[in-house]
T-cell receptor, first 115, second 114 residues
Framework: AQSVTQLGSHVSVSEGALVLLRCNYS??????LFWYVQYPNQGLQLLLK??????LVKGINGFEAEFKKSETSFHLTKPSAHMSDAAEYFC?????????????FGTGTQLKVEL | KAGVTQTPRYLIKTRGQQVTLSCSPI?????VSWYQQTPGQGLQFLFE???????NKGNFPGRFSGRQFSNSRSEMNVSTLELGDSALYLC?????????????FGPGTRLTVL
């Protein structure tokens, strides 16, 4: 079974500082990996995804993530945090072995951005 | 293009009752997945429907069921509600295909069981 571990349930950064949210995965097959963001009282919005090809993936709102197979990691970064980035972030892996669209999510990281 | 819509947005029920939640996917999307989100268990996959057939199922009791109609709209039903069923229920739709396609999430239905 596939799984995802997000280190740090709460991360606090200053506005303008680097954002680094950590995600490690476990998968017996090449994974499809995703980062989603959730704002209060809203659904999930896809930030970026890794399927195949280039290991550095760029997403929306200035976020990017790098797939590192040797470290089984897919950490999310943004060079400069903005107040509007405050939200909960979820890393997820797709289970293709069973066919279809099942996503397994990490427990989430709440990002706080301070002035 | 309209996004995924879920109705109702908020629902309050009492233990033992049953509830039906509705999800209308993005036009052209034929796959609909359901997820339960709780503070304790996080986001958990319930089931996926594709072309009116359940294609994947998560590890939930039989009280949780779903269906999909010919227009791809989906409903999920929870019978004999328990306090622990209080959660945000998210629906996601995606294009048809054998392999993974990006899922677009709706705003969710917040169910409170008293």
């Amino acid at each position: 079974a596939q799984s995802v571990t997000q280190l740090g349930s709460h991360v606090s950064v200053s506005e303008g500082a680097l954002v680094l949210l950590r995600c490690n995965y476990s998968s017996s097959v090449p994974p499809y990996l995703f980062w989603y963001v959730q704002y209060p009282n809203q659904g999930l919005q896809l930030l970026l995804k890794y399927t195949t090809g280039a290991t550095l993936v760029k997403g929306i709102n200035g976020f990017e993530a790098e797939f590192k197979k040797s470290e089984t990691s897919f950490h999310l970064t943004k060079p400069s945090a903005h107040m509007s980035d405050a939200a909960e972030y979820f890393c997820a892996v797709s289970d293709l072995a069973g066919g279809g669209n099942k996503l397994t999510f990490g427990t989430g990281t709440q990002l706080k951005v301070e002035l | 293009k309209a996004g995924v819509t879920q109705t109702p947005r908020y629902l309050i029920k009492t233990r033992g009752q049953q509830v039906t939640l509705s999800c209308s996917p993005i036009s052209g999307h034929r796959s609909v997945s359901w997820y339960q989100q709780t503070p304790g268990q996080g986001l958990q996959f319930l089931f996926e429907y594709f072309s009116e057939t359940q294609r994947n199922k998560g590890n939930f009791p039989g009280r949780f069921s779903g269906r999909q109609f010919s227009n791809s709209r989906s409903e999920m039903n929870v019978s004999t509600l328990e306090l622990g069923d209080s959660a945000l229920y998210l629906c996601a739709s995606s294009l048809p295909g054998q392999f993974y396609n990006e899922q677009f999430f709706g705003p969710g239905t917040r169910l409170t069981v008293l």
